[in-house]
């Protein structure tokens, strides 16, 4: 009985010491919601402050405006105007301004109109904004041009007010130690606290991100496939070449991080469009490169040999550069002495010729349908280099297929950066050797420049 009583007693004790407890750890759980609320409450204050301090530079008055954005491959070029106004402009630049005040700029280029300053950031279409480069923050987009009157130098920032055909885009960075970005491309407006005026701005908001499932960083196309044989020399095929070397070199972009998809992984046919079309594939998986591997062949055989990167018109051309440099120095190569759309060695710019725009236009009579308005002999000439890179390289379809008359990312101004790989000639002996024994060096020479131009 006692020894009962005495149990209870304890029992009772602990029972109201675990309340106590539990109550306290209750309360300390609660304040501690609290202080976090009214941190992130002054934290969105904060922010909200430091935003009115940067437009508060900002002119309201007037504004310029964007007349497109386009993404190719990871660079952001943005072409725009504005009114011309004032006198003696020396510069216009494009700058970015973080939350902490820290600013990048851009210089741009500048064509003066009698009423209009147009600008861009590079004729070239893989140049601009280096969207791999840019920290996680939140930026404005400005205009700043800077003007020279009696000695003194004057600055004025303008918003940026969108007055192209697309909206707002998202972009993810490269996988970088198995980390991405996710970078939101904003069109946002605000109220000025002073003349309660609404203006349009620019925004670029870059927070770390898991990659989506379907979203990936390179897409390896290997050319040809089932009923598309290609080039064959000697028993040797080139679509069983490409097979292998594709695969391949998917496994050792693999191996340094990279996502990588296939257009293929065995030998079967490819279609051109529809939801795993070659060209199509790279638009569907946000691809910041797209490279196709291909095998050359001449009339007549050992009469060529060679490696020929092809890229589209409109480009800085030093990442196809490196490409063919690597390929020659790591399999002991040579570049292609084929001197036709060649623009460096080893580097080619194929464009349409007057005859083949002429071609397209009554092939597209023929079928029945309107031919893109734009083709013309500025127009890349390759598939894979002119389909997969939406507006940017006047993605149109050739025509010559029926049930191809359209591709239905042509319209697209974010696309991956291509480049076709003719990686030697089949019917060379010296190239074949050199693809049957040197796969490995071959294979290196492509991952070195990839991974040096992300660098
Ligand atoms: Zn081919």
Same mark, same amino acid.
């Given at each position: 009985?006692i020894?009962?009583?005495?149990? /209870?007693?304890?029992?009772?004790?602990?029972?109201?010491?675990?309340?106590?407890?539990?109550?306290?750890?209750?309360?300390?759980?609660?304040?501690?919601?609290?202080?976090?609320?009214?941190?992130?409450?002054?934290?969105?204050?904060?922010?909200?402050?430091?935003?009115?301090?940067?437009?508060?530079?900002?002119?309201?008055?007037?504004?310029?405006?964007?007349? @497109?954005?386009?993404?190719?491959?990871?660079?952001?070029?943005?072409?725009?105007?504005?009114?011309?106004e004032?006198?003696?402009?020396?510069?216009?630049?494009?700058?970015?301004?973080?939350?902490?005040?820290?600013?990048?700029?851009?210089?741009l280029?500048?064509?003066?109109?009698?009423?209009?300053?147009?600008?861009?950031?590079?004729?070239?279409?893989?140049?601009?904004?280096?969207?791999?480069?840019?920290?996680?923050?939140?930026?404005?987009?400005?205009?700043?041009?800077?003007?020279?009157?009696?000695?003194?130098?004057? /600055?004025?920032?303008?918003?940026?007010?969108?007055?192209?055909?697309?909206?707002?885009?998202?972009?993810?960075?490269?996988?970088?130690?198995?980390?991405?970005?996710?970078i939101?491309? &904003?069109?946002?407006?605000?109220?000025?606290?002073?003349?309660?005026?609404?203006?349009?701005?620019?925004?670029?908001?870059?927070?770390?991100?898991?990659? !989506?499932?379907?979203?990936?960083?390179?897409?390896?196309?290997?050319?040809?496939?089932? &009923?598309?044989?290609?080039?064959?020399?000697?028993?040797?095929?080139?679509?069983?070449?490409?097979?292998?070397?594709?695969?391949?070199?998917?496994?050792?972009? &693999?191996?340094?991080?990279?996502? $990588? /998809?296939?257009?293929?992984?065995?030998?079967?046919?490819?279609?051109?469009?529809?939801?795993?079309?070659?060209a199509?594939? !790279?638009?569907?998986?946000?691809?910041? @490169?797209?490279?196709?591997?291909?095998?050359?062949?001449?009339?007549?055989?050992?009469?060529?040999?060679?490696?020929? $990167?092809?890229?589209?018109?409109?480009?800085?051309?030093?990442?196809?550069k490196?490409?063919?440099?690597?390929?020659?120095?790591?399999?002991?190569?040579?570049?292609?002495?084929?001197?036709?759309?060649?623009?460096?060695?080893?580097?080619? $710019?194929?464009?349409?010729?007057?005859?083949?725009?002429d071609?397209?236009?009554?092939?597209?009579?023929?079928?029945?349908?309107?031919?893109?308005?734009?083709?013309?002999?500025?127009? !890349?000439?390759?598939?894979?280099?002119?389909?997969?890179?939406?507006?940017m390289?006047?993605?149109y379809?050739?025509?010559?297929?029926?049930?191809?008359?359209?591709? !239905?990312?042509?319209?697209?101004?974010?696309?991956?950066?291509?480049?076709? @790989?003719?990686?030697?000639?089949?019917?060379?002996?010296?190239?074949?050797?050199?693809?049957?024994?040197?796969?490995?060096?071959?294979?290196?020479?492509?991952?070195?420049?990839?991974?040096?131009?992300?660098?």
């Amino acid at each position: 009985m006692i020894n009962f009583k005495l149990k /209870k007693g304890v029992l009772l004790k602990s029972l109201v010491t675990f309340c106590i407890m539990a109550i306290m750890l209750g309360l300390a759980i609660f304040y501690r919601y609290i202080l976090d609320r009214n941190e992130a409450k002054s934290r969105a204050q904060q922010e909200i402050e430091k935003e009115e301090k940067i437009f508060e530079e900002v002119e309201t008055t007037e504004c310029a405006y964007v007349k @497109l954005y386009t993404i190719y491959g990871n660079h952001l070029n943005i072409k725009g105007y504005l009114k011309n106004e004032q006198q003696d402009i020396d510069k216009i630049k494009l700058v970015l301004v973080d939350l902490d005040f820290n600013s990048i700029e851009y210089e741009l280029n500048i064509k003066e109109k009698e009423d209009k300053i147009n600008f861009s950031m590079s004729d070239n279409i893989n140049e601009g904004i280096d969207l791999e480069k840019i920290q996680e923050g939140k930026y404005f987009v400005f205009i700043q041009t800077i003007s020279n009157s009696q000695d003194k130098e004057i /600055k004025r920032l303008y918003n940026l007010k969108n007055n192209s055909d697309y909206t707002g885009n998202e972009y993810y960075t490269l996988t970088k130690n198995g980390m991405n970005n996710k970078i939101e491309i &904003k069109f946002k407006e605000r109220e000025d606290s002073k003349d309660e005026k609404k203006y349009e701005y620019m925004f670029l908001n870059v927070e770390a991100s898991t990659l !989506p499932s379907k979203v990936y960083d390179i897409v390896i196309d290997a050319g040809h496939g089932g &009923k598309s044989p290609g080039a064959a020399y000697n028993g040797f095929v080139e679509k069983d070449i490409t097979l292998e070397y594709a695969l391949q070199l998917k496994q050792k972009l &693999k191996e340094k991080g990279y996502k $990588v /998809k296939l257009t293929r992984d065995k030998d079967e046919y490819v279609e051109s469009y529809g939801n795993t079309g070659r060209a199509v594939m !790279p638009y569907r998986t946000k691809a910041k @490169l797209v490279l196709s591997i291909h095998l050359n062949s001449s009339a007549s055989e050992n009469a060529e040999g060679g490696v020929e $990167v092809y890229t589209p018109n409109h480009m800085n051309l030093t990442f196809a550069k490196s490409f063919a440099d690597n390929i020659v120095k790591y399999t002991d190569g040579r570049y292609s002495v084929n001197s036709y759309a060649k623009a460096l060695d080893g580097v080619y $710019v194929r464009t349409y010729t007057q005859a083949e725009v002429d071609e397209a236009i009554e092939y597209a009579h023929e079928l029945n349908y309107m031919p893109y308005e734009n083709l013309s002999t500025d127009t !890349p000439y390759l598939f894979m280099v002119r389909e997969t890179g939406g507006i940017m390289t006047k993605a149109y379809i050739d025509g010559r297929n029926k049930e191809e008359l359209n591709n !239905p990312y042509r319209n697209s101004n974010i696309a991956a950066e291509s480049y076709l @790989l003719e990686l030697g000639f089949i019917n060379s002996k010296f190239d074949l050797n050199n693809l049957l024994q040197k796969k490995e060096n071959y294979i290196n020479a492509i991952v070195d420049s990839i991974i040096n131009n992300y660098k």
